[in-house]
């Protein structure tokens, strides 16, 4: 059995280029939040950044109203375009943003603006966050060893049902793109063997030879060897992102953690990762190499070296203490809130559930012709197993099927749903977080987690754009 994690030509911008400029959050976070991306977009000004080789989903504007249902917040769109926003990307249709994302990725690997930074390796990344120092390897997935159908056991599992309307968007963004650039987070489930790792801080160039050796805690102990790493980036993150720092690990210490995630892959069971952030994103590059492989195009030798049949992510450990699972809240805007909130308890009659006071589910409304914010909690008796999430989202798409006006968003962190709420007049939906140490039997008990279950940290905390890695044969 071959490798599912591997190193990489890893590509990063050339010296003199602006850090904090050049790396940009997730393009599926700030959904409904149109100010975020127009204050990225003045920030970057015309310094090199990745914003102009992504697509945030804020800008989607041809998308149906299952995918708007699922974060691309396409009714956001709508409102800031009918109300006149001027900026350059709020104005693109989708067709002309992707024709300016593959042009100037073009531009960027030709002009000197990308540079090879890693050669056959790894980047160890160091983030720093409100939620403290959350640790992660860089390199190359197979995609052959990754599948979003939650009946295929394969070693890289999706966490959340895969919506299959939200795929085409991204395959046209993706398809004809020279290079990637990953948000997508895989977790492992790698308990920290802290003894060992305490027992080489101060190491020397030596003990990278030892990284194949340690069974638990690979990505901590090879940030326990940081010192022994050639330093990539040093930079803050824009719009309270933190900080961030990468190590080239490289040479015989890539040897290593391939030889150590290799040994894990062959003791895991057949479950290595889970995927925490990027799902939608992952399964959009897995049905690019899909379509590479059904094209004819090339031979079955050219296909086992095409660069497309990997894809670059980020490795973290579940075990992290800064790696926190986070609720991600709903928002229904355009809601007769009385009329959702009866159907959501006739519902609950109708499944043979009961419902208490509590803080499970917090509804947050003003209601029509008031001003004062509401708040209505409950707590689901008897659903045995069922997360009140997955209760909860199966009685929303219901009500959605039949309320065509109604749209939803999927909002991070308590209080940039107090203000939507206060903004739209709409209805937040306050969740609670789930135990990240169910996460792993969950997924290998052979499902999914509904839609949106958990976020890894807040908004701010998700994953920058910063390297990259070339997916086409032409450059």
């Not at 709508?78 to 990307?89: A, F, M």
């Not at 004062?372 to 009500?399: A, C, F, H």
Request: glycine share 8%.
């Amino acid at each position: 059995m071959s490798n599912c994690f591997n190193p990489a030509n890893i590509l990063l911008p050339n010296d003199g280029i602006d850090m904090e400029k050049w790396s940009v959050i997730a393009c599926d976070q700030f959904t409904s939040q149109a100010d975020y991306w127009d204050a990225v977009e003045k920030y970057v000004g015309d310094a090199p950044s990745t914003l102009n080789v992504v697509f945030p989903e804020i800008y989607l504007g041809t998308i149906t109203k299952q995918e708007n249902d699922c974060n691309s917040s396409g009714a956001g769109v709508k409102n800031d375009k009918e109300t006149g926003r001027k900026t350059k990307y709020a104005s693109m249709t989708d067709d002309e943003r992707i024709k300016y994302i593959n042009t100037t990725m073009d531009t960027y690997l030709t002009d000197g603006t990308l540079k090879q930074a890693v050669a056959d390796g790894y980047v160890l990344v160091e983030r720093t966050t409100e939620s403290g120092v959350r640790l992660g390897i860089v390199g190359l997935i197979d995609l052959d060893d990754y599948d979003f159908d939650p009946k295929k056991k394969t070693l890289i599992r999706a966490t959340e049902g895969t919506v299959i309307s939200r795929i085409p968007p991204r395959v046209k963004i993706r398809e004809n793109a020279a290079i990637e650039l990953p948000h997508v987070m895989l977790l492992v489930d790698d308990p920290i063997d802290r003894q060992k790792i305490d027992g080489c801080q101060g190491a020397s160039q030596e003990d990278a030879v030892n990284i194949a050796a340690v069974k638990h805690g690979i990505i901590e102990y090879v940030y326990a060897i940081r010192d022994t790493l050639r330093k990539l980036y040093d930079t803050e993150l824009m719009q309270g992102g933190g900080h961030i720092r990468g190590y080239a690990v490289e040479g015989e210490a890539a040897r290593q953690v391939t030889e150590a995630f290799a040994a894990k892959q062959n003791s895991c069971g057949g479950f290595l990762f889970a995927v925490g952030d990027g799902n939608h994103s992952l399964a959009t590059a897995k049905t690019c190499w899909e379509n590479i492989k059904k094209s004819g195009k090339f031979t079955e030798e050219q296909l086992k070296t095409h660069p497309a049949r990997h894809a670059l992510v980020e490795i973290c450990n579940l075990h992290s203490e800064a790696l926190e699972f986070k609720p991600i809240h709903r928002l229904l805007t355009n809601v007769d809130v009385k009329d959702m909130l009866s159907f959501f308890e006739a519902e609950i009659t109708k499944q043979g559930l009961a419902s208490t006071e509590g803080d499970e589910i917090v509804f947050e409304y003003v209601e029509s012709g008031a001003t004062e914010i509401k708040n209505s909690g409950i707590n689901i008796t008897n659903r045995g197993d069922r997360l009140p999430v997955e209760i909860l989202q199966g009685i929303l798409d219901k009500y959605l099927e039949t309320h065509d006006n109604v749209e939803i968003d999927y909002i991070h962190g308590d209080e940039a749903l107090h203000g939507l709420v206060r903004e739209t007049k709409g209805c937040g939906i306050f969740l609670q977080s789930i135990d990240k140490s169910t996460l792993f039997p969950a997924i290998n008990a052979g499902g999914v987690l509904p839609r949106k279950t958990f976020s890894i940290g807040e908004a701010n905390e998700k994953r920058y754009y910063m390297e990259c890695y070339k997916i086409s044969l032409e450059l």
